[in-house]
């Protein structure tokens, strides 16, 4: 479903200060992923972007030792890629589709 109405980011926190023109600019200039599960929305190491979770679940993992861990999971609803963003690095850890097994 293509983003096209700023109606999906309203989950989303963001500053109460963005008006209704500043959600739909974002909106015109946001890419829309359809991923599958398994596959990466971004890889350790890759470039910096803000991703908005608008369905399924990602998980957040790390390699220590060749051994991948998770970190955590963003559900819809949540952001991630403010790090990357804020400190100008690339990403630290992977995000990865994962089926959301309870519907």
Do not use: C
């Not at 700023?6 to 109460?16: D, W």
């Not at 990357?84 to 959301?100: D, E, G, K, S, Y």
Request: hydrophobic share 45%.
């Amino acid at each position: 479903m293509p983003l096209s109405n700023v109606t999906f980011f309203a989950p989303f926190r963001y500053s109460p200060r963005w008006r209704s023109e500043n959600l739909s600019s974002l909106v015109r200039n946001s890419a829309d992923l359809a991923l599958q599960a398994g596959e990466y929305v971004v890889h350790e190491g890759g470039e910096r972007a803000l991703f908005a979770v608008l369905s399924g679940k990602i998980e957040v993992v790390k390699q220590f030792d060749g051994v991948l861990r998770t970190l955590g999971w963003r559900l819809p609803g949540t952001i991630f890629g403010e790090v990357p963003l804020a400190f100008a690095t690339p990403f630290p850890v992977a995000a990865i589709v994962r089926p959301n097994l309870l519907g």
